[in-house]
């Protein structure tokens, strides 16, 4: 059976397709979307150019308590890295790489590229 998806699933359900539609008209192309695995979840897997981008979507209702874009702190980095590595082996995948945050608040849509490093 499968249960209903939480209003939070939904957010970011809808937050990650606005993130996906926008980085398409920057350029990007869609490779897959909720890439899982024990290390963790990539949202968004995207070719832009030569380079493959690990894209992380976060999505704040207000700044009250801060930009989404602060909630990627190192802890989710190491997971969004680790996650990466997983998969680009899996794939035997060797081409340059990037991880690209886009941080969704009060409405707002900032997209970060190459956001942090290995």
């Not at 970011?12 to 920057?26: I, P, S």
């Amino acid at each position: 059976m499968f249960k209903d998806r939480t209003s939070k699933q939904k957010t970011g359900d809808q937050a990650e397709t606005r993130a996906r539609r926008y980085l398409e008209k920057q350029g990007l192309q869609l490779v897959t979307s909720n890439f899982r695995c024990n290390s963790g979840e990539i949202d968004l897997i995207m070719r832009h150019g030569n380079h493959l981008v690990f894209v992380e979507v976060r999505c704040r209702a207000s700044n009250h308590y801060g930009d989404a874009a602060e909630t990627v702190g190192f802890r989710k980095q190491r997971k969004l890295i680790r996650t990466a590595q997983y998969y680009l082996q899996q794939n035997r995948i060797d081409r340059p790489c990037r991880f690209d945050v886009v941080a969704l608040t009060a409405g707002r849509l900032d997209w970060i590229p190459d956001a942090f490093t290995l």
